[in-house]
């Protein structure tokens, strides 16, 4: 049993009663809830009781007291100057004055609602879902304890991104209230019953966002683990939700993990996204170091490319773009992969480091590459075409794919936020690519350049039209990348694309190029491994260029 504070402003003693017998009902009947109810049918005795000491639960205001004049709108306002915790809703019985009201009112962020609704069994503000509401509410703003939520206050990481939720004054406890209130809005449960939370930190997101796993049980359930990113940015977090939903619309059933609900917006001016934790699952990273065999890093690459994102590339789903657009980097990138090849310009030549005795060379071919857009063919005509594009994933990469423990191994995809039109070796470069430069090889050999030669080497001849004996070794990270290079004419539907073998060859390097020039970049990733990157990326616009003049029309 609990007892909230609830204010009614009110003149007409039929609706009065209405209210608080209908609401004082749904709480009872649901929750097992009372209402202490203040009632005032004037605006001076509702701004002084709107002033007392102890906040209200929440309040509904009719707009209209006194004869037709508006004078409920002050007691709105003194409502929300009061305090934020305070649920407000504005009843107006003239719904022809409804805009004008509803103006009048604007920039509150108070719901208006004609009187009738609330009579409305089905509506989205009948007394049932206003009651609904005001308890959501009412449970999202109690006092933060250790009773109703937890955290790792021993991991930096967890700390750090409370302290950032909290304000200027990096406030822990305001953090830990605007973390909670946001996921209980993104979980949308209104029947949760004296509802815990425990919060662990993931990552970090894209333009500033966290990252969190949110632990979430009840008295009705056993606990249940879910994915919160929390943010400024809404419009970023509105596009990953779009973008999701394309996804989910385009790949196979439960093979991606799907945001539920809608973005939600705390009054700390913080959005959030949601989204279940795949059961059994880890990282493909994680899976690739940790023992998987061969055979089952092989099946789940063929699984992966061509089961869950074969579709993709279906021929009812082509777009074409110029040549021309597609080699041109974009300024970010021009930015970045200036900035890299100034940094590593004595390594690449250093007899200690990359030891390359066309260092020269090598810069000024990835600087024409990245900065123009430039394949310095013999027969510039042969890249007057255009390519094609397919639907794509957009960021696939080793920690964006969970594995799927069972019987087999499944692939499970998460944040689909660049789900789109993207060239047709896009997803097929970035994961090779990624698992080359994050899985294989990592640790202490990934600081070190004693590996250089070799890697550079077996990075190079990642094409199914070259020799990789040396790439299946023993190691699950190399049948992987063995079965998508050696695979991929299967895996993309060259034929109802009306890519000859020709072109796919040189663009498929192009592409190994162009990311290895993007991926080598990422400030986290080790010197060497950077250096690789950029070595392994001349190396393909050297072959794409060689393949180019061997075209035949």
């Known amino acids: 049993m609990r007892e909230i504070r609830g204010l009614l402003v009110e003149d007409l003693k039929q609706n009065v009663e209405l209210i608080k017998s209908a609401l004082g009902f749904e709480f009872g009947k649901a929750w097992k809830w009372t209402v202490q109810w203040s009632v005032c049918n004037d605006l001076t005795s509702a701004r002084l009781k709107i002033a007392e000491p102890e906040v209200y639960d929440f309040a509904i205001v009719d707009l209209h007291l006194g004869e037709g004049q508006l004078q409920g709108v002050p007691a709105v306002e003194d409502l929300v100057k009061r305090s934020e915790r305070t649920f407000v809703v504005a009843v107006t019985g003239d719904q022809a004055m409804f805009a004008e009201h509803a103006a009048r009112i604007a920039g509150l962020e108070v719901p208006l609602i004609i009187r009738k609704q609330l009579t409305n069994d089905q509506g989205d503000w009948a007394f049932p879902a206003l009651a609904a509401k005001i308890r959501k509410r009412v449970i999202t703003h109690d006092p933060v304890d250790s009773r109703t939520l937890l955290y790792d206050d021993d991991k930096i990481g967890m700390v750090s991104v409370l302290e950032s939720l909290g304000g200027p004054e990096g406030d822990i406890e305001h953090g830990a209230a605007v973390a909670r209130s946001l996921a209980m809005s993104c979980l949308e449960d209104v029947n949760m019953q004296n509802p815990r939370f425990h919060l662990g930190y993931l990552t970090a997101g894209k333009s500033g966002a966290h990252v969190c796993k949110v632990d979430y049980s009840d008295e009705n359930r056993s606990p249940q683990s879910f994915v919160l990113k929390i943010g400024l940015d809404k419009r970023a977090l509105e596009h990953e939700l779009q973008a999701n939903r394309r996804a989910a619309e385009a790949l196979p059933e439960q093979t991606l993990v799907r945001i539920l609900g809608e973005v939600r917006t705390d009054r700390s001016g913080y959005s959030a996204i949601i989204a279940r934790v795949a059961d059994r699952a880890q990282p493909l990273s994680d899976w690739l170091r940790s023992g998987a065999s061969a055979t089952s890093a092989r099946s789940f690459a063929h699984i992966l490319f061509d089961e869950v994102l074969g579709r993709l590339s279906a021929p009812h789903l082509k777009d074409e773009i110029p040549i021309s657009q597609w080699l041109r980097s974009s300024a970010i990138m021009r930015l970045r992969a200036r900035a890299m090849v100034d940094r590593i310009a004595e390594i690449l030549e250093h007899p200690a480091g990359a030891n390359r005795a066309d260092a020269a060379v090598l810069r000024r071919e990835i600087t024409d590459f990245v900065e123009h857009g430039t394949l310095p063919v013999e027969h510039p005509g042969r890249l007057d075409g255009s390519v094609v594009l397919v639907s794509g994933f957009g ?109 796919w060859h040189w663009q498929w390097h192009v592409a190994l190029a162009k990311e290895w020039f993007r991926q080598g970049c990422h400030p986290d990733l080790p010197l060497p491994r950077g250096v690789l990157a950029f070595v392994a990326g001349a190396h393909h616009l050297r072959t794409a260029r060689e393949l180019v003049d061997q075209l035949t029309f």
């Open 395 to 503: 960021d696939l990469h080793s920690s964006n794919v969970l594995v799927q423990q069972g019987r087999n191994p499944n692939p499970v995809l998460i944040d689909a936020s660049r789900f789109g039109r993207h060239h047709w070796a896009a997803d097929l470069a970035r994961m090779t690519v990624d698992v080359f430069l994050r899985v294989r090889g990592t640790g202490v050999k990934a600081l070190l350049w004693e590996d250089f030669a070799e890697s550079a080497d077996v990075a190079g001849r990642l094409c199914p039209r070259c020799d990789r004996t040396e790439l299946a070794g023993d190691e699950a990270v190399d049948h992987f990348l063995d079965e998508v290079v050696t695979q991929l004419p299967g895996y993309v539907q060259f034929e109802g694309l009306d890519i000859s073998a020709e072109r």
